[in-house]
C-alpha cells in the first residue's frame, strides 16, 4: 500500500487533471490464471451462442421478446401476470450477486461479465494480433496514422465491427428468438425492415462500446462498480497487494546499491500498472472503484516474483483482515444474511414456480355492462382473457365449482393452440334473479384440462339493483 498518499482515491486512471481521456494500452497478460481465464471465456462464449438455439419443448432456452410481451426462461412461458415471479428472480440475482461480491470481490467483473469477456478475450486479443502488444500501440499513437498504421487500423476496424454484427444478431436472437433470426437472415432485410435496422442500430452500439469507450463503461456507467463500495468490507476476498510484504519497494539496482538497506519484496517494475486494463496501481489500495478483479496483475507479479527468486504471491486474492492480521475467512453478519434472503427467495421462487398453471385466465367484465333478467334468471357478460403458457394445444372446461345454480352459455368448453392469446365473450347464467338492491356473490370457476384441475379463479356475480325484466334478443 502506498502510505504517503491516498490522493490515488482523488484522480481518476483513465483521465487527466483537466477531465481529458487518457488512452489505456495494457501490455498483454501472460500466466496461468489469463490462460484460465481464456478458457473460461472461450467456454461462456460458447454458451452465450448457443443458449438461443437451445429449445425445451419447442421453446427456446431463454427469449426476452419485449415486443410480443413475450418471456421464456428455462423453457417456461411467462405472461404480464407472472411479473411478481420476474421481479422475484431479479431480485435473488441481485442478492445472489451482493454474496458473490461480499464474499469474493468484484470477481464477476472480471471473470463472468459479458463486457470483459468480449472487450478482454475477443476484441483485445485481435488488436494485439493486428497492431501488437501495448507497448507497440503506445509508441504508434505518437505517430501519424498514414501507410502501415493506416492499414493496420483499418483492419482492425473491419474486424471489430464484423464481430460487433454478429454480437448484435446474437442479442436479437434473445429478443424475438433464433427461429426469427434465422428467417430474417434467409429471406434478407426486406422481410423485416424494423429488425434489419435494429441490428445496424445494434451493431454500431456495440463497435462505438468496444473500439472507443471501452473500460470507461466499467468505470462511469456500470451500477455494479458504484454499489461495490458498500457490498465490500473488510472481510471480502478481492485482488490485493501485500503491502506489508511489499513495502517498501525498491528497484534492483537500488537493491545492489544499497546492499545494506532491507527492503520489501515488490522490485518495483511496475509490470502490474502496465497490464491492468484499467490502468490503475494495484499497489495504491483496496478497494479501487477502477480495479475488475481480472488477475492480470497476479500473473505479471508471479512471473517477477519467479525470475527474481522470492515466494509467489505477492498480489493474490486476499483480504484487508487477512493481510493485517494473518486471520481467515469469516462468515460475516453481512454474509449471512445474504445468504439467507438468497435461500429464502430461491425457496419462494421455486414454489411459484411448481404452482404455476399452464394456462393462465382472468375474466374481465365489459365496460357498460350489466345484470339482466329474463324469466326467472339473470345473466352476467363476461371478457374472459386466456393465455396458453406451453406450445401444446389444450382443450379446457370452465367449471362453476361451489354455485351449482349457475351456468355457463355458451358451455365452458374452450380450445387454446400452443402459445395461444385468445379473447372470449361467456355469459354467466343464475337461476335466481337477486334481491332488491344489487346482491354481489362471489363465484369460484375452475378451470380444467379433461379431469385435471389447472386453476381456480374466482369473480363477481352481479344480481340486478331492480327486479326489472329485460329480454335478450
Same mark, same amino acid.
Given at each position: 500500500m502506498n502510505?504517503? $498518499?491516498?490522493n490515488?482515491?482523488?484522480n481518476?486512471?483513465?483521465?487527466?487533471?483537466?477531465g481529458?481521456?487518457?488512452?489505456?494500452?495494457p501490455?498483454?497478460p501472460?500466466?496461468?490464471l489469463?490462460?484460465?481465464?481464456?478458457?473460461?471465456?472461450?467456454?461462456?462464449i460458447?454458451? #452465450?451462442v448457443?443458449?438461443?438455439?437451445?429449445? =425445451?419443448?419447442?421453446?427456446? *432456452?431463454?427469449?426476452?421478446?419485449?415486443?410480443?410481451?413475450?418471456?421464456?426462461?428455462f423453457g $417456461?412461458?411467462?405472461v404480464?401476470r407472472?411479473f411478481?415471479?420476474?421481479?422475484?428472480m #431479479?431480485i435473488?440475482?441481485?442478492?445472489?450477486?451482493?454474496?458473490?461480491t !461480499?464474499?469474493y470481490?468484484?470477481?464477476?467483473?472480471g471473470w463472468?461479465?459479458p463486457?470483459?469477456?468480449?472487450?478482454? #478475450?475477443?476484441f483485445?486479443?485481435?488488436?494485439y494480433?493486428?497492431?501488437?502488444?501495448g507497448?507497440?500501440?503506445? /509508441?504508434a499513437?505518437k505517430?501519424?496514422?498514414?501507410?502501415?498504421?493506416?492499414? /493496420?487500423?483499418?483492419?482492425?476496424?473491419i474486424?471489430?465491427?464484423?464481430?460487433s454484427?454478429?454480437i448484435?444478431?446474437?442479442? *436479437?436472437?434473445?429478443?424475438?428468438?433464433?427461429?426469427?433470426? =434465422?428467417?430474417l437472415?434467409?429471406?434478407?432485410?426486406? $422481410?423485416?425492415?424494423?429488425?434489419?435496422w435494429?441490428?445496424?442500430g445494434?451493431?454500431?452500439? +456495440?463497435?462505438?462500446h468496444f473500439?472507443? +469507450?471501452?473500460e470507461?463503461?466499467?468505470?462511469?456507467?456500470?451500477?455494479?462498480?458504484?454499489?461495490?463500495?458498500?457490498?465490500?468490507d473488510?472481510?471480502?476476498?478481492?485482488?490485493?497487494?501485500?503491502?506489508?510484504r511489499?513495502? @517498501?519497494?525498491a528497484?534492483?539496482?537500488?537493491?545492489?546499491?544499497?546492499v545494506?538497506t532491507k527492503f @520489501?519484496?515488490c522490485?518495483d517494475?511496475?509490470?502490474?500498472?502496465?497490464?491492468?486494463?484499467?490502468?490503475?496501481?494495484i &499497489?495504491n489500495?483496496?478497494?479501487?472503484l477502477?480495479?475488475v478483479?481480472?488477475?492480470?496483475?497476479?500473473?505479471?507479479?508471479?512471473?517477477?516474483?519467479?525470475?527474481?527468486?522470492?515466494? /509467489?504471491?505477492l498480489?493474490?486474492?486476499s483480504?484487508i483482515?487477512?493481510?493485517e492480521?494473518g486471520?481467515?475467512?469469516? +462468515?460475516? !453478519?453481512r454474509?449471512?444474511?445474504?445468504?439467507?434472503?438468497?435461500?429464502? *427467495?430461491?425457496a419462494?421462487?421455486?414454489?411459484?414456480?411448481?404452482?404455476?398453471s399452464?394456462?393462465?385466465?382472468? +375474466?374481465?367484465?365489459?365496460?357498460?355492462?350489466?345484470?339482466?333478467?329474463?324469466?326467472?334468471k339473470?345473466r352476467n357478460l363476461f371478457?374472459? /382473457?386466456?393465455?396458453?403458457r406451453?406450445?401444446?394445444?389444450?382443450?379446457l372446461?370452465?367449471?362453476?365449482m361451489e354455485?351449482?345454480? #349457475?351456468?355457463?352459455?355458451p358451455?365452458?368448453?374452450l380450445?387454446l393452440?400452443?402459445?395461444?392469446v385468445?379473447?372470449v365473450?361467456?355469459i354467466?347464467?343464475?337461476?335466481e334473479?337477486?334481491?332488491?338492491? @344489487?346482491?354481489?356473490?362471489?363465484?369460484?370457476?375452475?378451470?380444467y384440462?379433461?379431469?385435471?384441475?389447472?386453476?381456480?379463479?374466482?369473480?363477481?356475480y352481479?344480481?340486478? &339493483?331492480?327486479?326489472?325484466?329485460?329480454? =335478450?334478443?
Open positions: 502510505n504517503d $498518499s491516498d490515488f482515491r482523488e481518476l486512471s483513465t483521465a487527466d487533471k483537466q481529458k481521456r487518457l488512452w489505456v494500452y501490455r498483454k501472460k500466466g496461468k489469463y490462460n484460465l481465464r481464456s478458457y473460461l471465456s472461450l467456454f461462456q460458447v454458451i #452465450m448457443a443458449i438461443p438455439f437451445i429449445k =425445451i419443448n419447442g421453446r427456446p *432456452l431463454f427469449m426476452f421478446n419485449i415486443f410480443d410481451r413475450e418471456f421464456v426462461i $417456461s412461458g411467462f404480464t407472472d411478481p415471479i420476474f421481479a422475484l #431479479m435473488a440475482l441481485f442478492i445472489a450477486i451482493a454474496l458473490v !461480499a464474499v470481490g468484484r470477481v464477476f467483473c463472468a461479465c463486457q470483459t469477456v468480449f472487450l478482454e #478475450m475477443v483485445r486479443k485481435v488488436e494480433w493486428i497492431e501488437g502488444d507497448s507497440a500501440q503506445r /509508441k499513437a505517430t501519424p496514422l498514414r501507410g502501415k498504421r493506416l492499414l /493496420k487500423r483499418l483492419v482492425k476496424l474486424a471489430f465491427y464484423a464481430i454484427l454478429f448484435s444478431n446474437l442479442f *436479437l436472437a434473445y429478443v424475438v428468438g433464433s427461429d426469427q433470426l =434465422i428467417e437472415i434467409r429471406t434478407g432485410p426486406s $422481410s423485416n425492415i424494423k429488425l434489419f435494429g441490428v445496424i445494434f451493431s454500431l452500439v +456495440f463497435f462505438f473500439t472507443w +469507450f471501452r470507461q463503461f466499467c468505470i462511469y456507467l456500470c451500477p455494479y462498480a458504484r454499489l461495490q463500495s458498500v457490498l465490500l473488510n472481510h471480502s476476498q478481492a485482488v490485493a497487494y501485500d503491502y506489508k511489499g513495502e @517498501g519497494r528497484s534492483n539496482r537500488i537493491r545492489k546499491e544499497k545494506d @520489501g519484496d522490485v517494475c511496475g509490470l502490474c500498472v502496465q497490464v491492468c486494463p484499467t490502468g490503475i496501481d &499497489r489500495g483496496f478497494p479501487q477502477e480495479c478483479n481480472c488477475t492480470a496483475c497476479i500473473d505479471a507479479c508471479d512471473n517477477i516474483m519467479e525470475a527474481n527468486n522470492k515466494p /509467489k504471491g498480489i493474490h486474492h483480504s483482515n487477512k493481510i492480521t486471520g481467515k475467512f469469516e +462468515f460475516t !453478519a454474509v449471512k444474511s445474504y445468504s439467507f434472503l438468497l435461500i429464502a *427467495l430461491t419462494v421462487i421455486i414454489v411459484m414456480l411448481f404452482d404455476r399452464p394456462v393462465d385466465t382472468t +375474466f374481465v367484465r365489459p365496460h357498460g355492462s350489466t345484470p339482466i333478467i329474463e324469466g326467472e339473470s371478457l374472459i /382473457k386466456l393465455v396458453n406451453t406450445n401444446e394445444d389444450l382443450n372446461e370452465m367449471r362453476i354455485n351449482a345454480g #349457475m351456468t355457463f352459455i358451455n365452458g368448453m380450445t393452440s400452443g402459445k395461444e385468445k379473447d365473450n361467456r354467466l347464467e343464475s337461476q334473479k337477486g334481491q332488491g338492491v @344489487g346482491k354481489m356473490q362471489r363465484v369460484k370457476i375452475g378451470i384440462r379433461g379431469e385435471e384441475l389447472l386453476e381456480i379463479k374466482e369473480t363477481n352481479l344480481y340486478p &339493483r331492480f327486479i326489472k325484466e329485460k329480454k =335478450i334478443k
